[in-house]
């Protein structure tokens, strides 16, 4: 059997995804997004779970981009379930830049509410570029349950996650804008507003939407 220069340069490209240097693997996701191969997916899916640099990671999603999606749908499908966050986090990332609906099963209710705020955001991008026609309301349905969630960046994504749905999104979250909690009313009318307005900042809107809810005297400070 003939070993050919291609097949030297993988396997540098391989070892080089696991050195200590984020530059050499960089350049290895890289050379390996260059020159694809079935093989290589595996590799390319476990490393996503543990690579510490973002710009890395993003180049391992490139890499996987570039295979067959015959390759990577099931290996990044097993991912979603893995029990190391990173890893469902980066899957589902993946999943979002492939955008095949055949993974559409994969997104549940339970990375949708998932306890980590990164792999929820990223659940959040992949539902709504991944959900069959038909399936919006019911997809915001599930999505206006974690309004009022986290952090700054983590509200403003499922915003938009929701905003990217259109209209369909609007009766869920009427009903949210009257919820026991003040950061989810705050959260819910906030996000109409750039369902209206789209050039309206986020920051903008929520601090509005503070005080049309503390305003309207009714409810107390809720989770």
């Known amino acids: 059997m003939t070993i050919t220069k291609q097949d030297t340069g993988s396997a540098r490209a391989l070892q080089g995804l696991e050195d200590g240097r ?11 997004g260059t020159t694809p191969d079935p093989r290589f997916v595996d ?24 295979h067959p999606v015959a390759m990577t749908l099931p290996a990044l499908i097993r991912e979603v379930r893995s029990e190391r966050a990173q890893a469902r986090s980066q899957a589902l990332h993946t999943l979002s830049k492939i955008g095949d ?16 705020d990164e792999v929820a955001r990223s659940a959040w991008r992949a539902a709504v570029i991944l959900v069959p026609e038909g399936e919006e309301a019911a997809l915001a349905a599930v999505l206006v349950t974690q309004l009022g969630r986290g952090e700054r960046e983590t509200q403003l994504s499922l915003s938009r996650a929701l905003v990217a749905l259109g209209d369909v999104i609007g009766p869920a979250l009427l009903a949210a804008t009257t ?5 989810v009313r705050a959260h819910a009318l906030a996000t109409q507003r750039l369902l209206h307005d789209p050039d309206a900042g986020f920051e903008f809107a929520i601090e509005e939407a503070k005080r049309v809810v503390v305003l309207g005297g009714c409810g107390q400070e809720g989770g």
């Open 179 to 183: 919820a026991p909690g003040l950061r």
């Open 22 to 32: 984020s530059s050499v693997r960089l350049r290895a996701a890289l050379a390996l």
């Open 101 to 116: 609906r055949r993974a559409w099963p994969a997104i549940t209710r339970a990375l949708l509410s998932d306890a980590d």
């Open 43 to 66: 590799k390319l899916v476990e490393r996503c779970a543990i690579e510490p640099e973002f710009l890395v990671r993003d180049m391992l999603t490139w890499a996987l981009t570039r």
